[in-house]
Every structure is written in structure tokens, then in C-alpha cells.
């Protein structure tokens, strides 16, 4: 197992994306902890990878809050001693931003300041407060991989207002954060799917008037970040695997 003994961080562990990024790096041997803020949904993750016979805790904390953030990395260092891996998963477009919107592109001029601020804490700051905490336990390691999830709406020209501002600003804290730490033996990368079947993306096809819509595969994209774990050279590094067809 290309994992063994390794310790791992993934956020937005609950379902979607992060749930299964926390099977496919527990696979491959590592301990997880599964980080989000619904208990019942981690608790089926965990539920799910002891099942396998892989090892993981859940970990429920609000990690749009600095101190919450801490309490988690001090959690994980203290039954495990060490950070090997993180996964920005966390994140989301909830559900409040865009009902009553009758079109799927919210103008820039009809966004409140609450409702841009909502989608910036949500998907831009958790994964800086998280680099924030656990980059220096890594330095200090001289190890760590990081694996931020981005999106197909921060590579490319988007009408998603501040959704792909998050996600575009995630493909550049990635590469900032491999300059700086390269010299550490840390490698820092992103994936930006496209379209995935997960439970929020069917809420907000729906909600859109896109329930037909086609979607990737939320395992799919686990595979991905398993590669820039496992597979991914050295050299790899700044980076991120786009995972959706241009024409």
C-alpha cells in the first residue's frame, strides 16, 4: 500500500468528493481523519472505511473559524504526532445564494456583500486557514502533500461570480504555496473537476432546472488526488489536473 503509516487530513469528509478521497487514501494505508461539520455524515465515512479494514476518526469542527481550525490540527497531532497529507475538499454554493434566481449566473451587481463574503469564507478561506496551520507542522516534518479540490469554474472564463473567484483564487494559493515551500520537500497541488455527482450538485441542478444534466464521478476525482499522493513526480508541483473535456 503506497499509503502505509501516512497521516491524513480531508476535509469535507462527509460525503461527495471528500468521502470518497477519505476510502481511496485509507485504501492505500493511511489513517485518516475525516474533518466537516455534520457528525452524522462523518460517522458513516468512518463507518464506511473501518468496514474496509483502513482506520480513520471523524473530527466535527467549523473550519471557517481560525480556533476551530487549531483545535482540529492540535487533535490530529496529539494522537498522531504528525501531518502527512491534507485535502482541501471543503466547500460548497449553498442553496441560499441562488433561490429565487431564475437563471444559473448571478451577476456580479446582484450579489449582497453577505452573500459574496458567505461563498468566499466557505471556499477560499477554510483552505487557507487549513495550509495556514498545518504548512509549518510539514515544514518542520520536511514532508507533507497537499491536494486542494478546485474547480472546472476556476479555470476558465465563468459566470459563477464569487464561487469562481474562490476556485480561481485556489489554483493560485496552490501555486504560492509550492514556491514557498518547494524547498521543504513539501509538494503542493490542486484538481478542478468539471460537473461530479455529488448530493449539493444535485440540489443545485435542480434548483437551476438542470436535473438531466451530464456528471463526472465523485470517485473519479478521488482517483486523481490519489495520483498527485502517490504517483505524481516530484517535479509536479504548483499544479493542477483538470478534470473536464474543452472542445
Known amino acids: ?10 476535509t469535507g469528509a462527509g460525503k461527495g468528493i471528500g468521502r470518497e478521497a477519505a476510502l481511496a487514501i485509507a485504501a492505500e494505508g493511511a489513517t485518516v481523519a475525516a474533518v466537516a461539520r455534520t457528525q452524522s455524515n462523518l460517522d458513516e465515512t468512518v463507518r464506511m472505511i473501518r468496514d474496509k479494514g483502513g482506520c480513520a476518526i ?12 487549531q483545535a482540529m490540527v492540535d487533535t490530529v497531532i496529539e494522537t498522531y504526532g504528525r501531518i502527512d497529507i ?12 441562488y433561490k429565487n434566481i431564475e ?20 471556499n477560499l478561506r477554510i483552505p487557507f486557514l487549513c495550509m495556514n496551520k498545518i504548512l509549518p507542522i510539514m515544514i518542520q516534518q520536511r514532508s507533507g502533500k497537499v491536494v486542494s479540490v478546485s474547480s472546472r469554474m476556476g479555470r476558465i472564463a465563468s459566470q459563477m461570480g464569487a464561487y469562481a473567484v474562490a476556485k480561481g483564487g485556489i489554483i493560485t494559493m496552490t501555486k504560492t504555496a509550492a514556491i514557498q515551500t518547494q524547498e521543504y520537500g513539501i509538494q503542493v497541488n490542486a484538481v478542478s473537476p468539471g460537473i ?21 464521478s465523485a470517485a473519479d476525482v478521488a482517483q ?15 499544479q493542477s489536473i483538470d478534470l473536464f473535456t474543452t472542445v
Open 58 to 69: 471523524s473530527l466535527s469542527h467549523d473550519l471557517t473559524i481560525g480556533s476551530e481550525v
Open 86 to 97: 491534507l485535502i482541501n475538499n471543503a466547500g460548497g454554493y449553498p442553496s441560499e445564494i
Open 1 to 10: 500500500m503506497k499509503l502505509n503509516g501516512k497521516i491524513a487530513i480531508i
Open 103 to 122: 437563471h444559473q449566473a448571478i451577476k456580479l451587481w446582484e450579489w449582497s456583500e453577505d452573500q459574496w463574503d458567505q461563498i468566499i469564507k466557505t
Open 224 to 238: 486523481a488526488i490519489l495520483y498527485l499522493l502517490c504517483d505524481a513526480p516530484k517535479a509536479m508541483n504548483g
Open 196 to 216: 461530479v455527482d455529488t448530493p449539493g450538485q444535485r440540489v443545485y441542478n435542480h434548483s437551476v432546472g438542470q436535473d438531466d444534466i451530464s456528471m463526472g
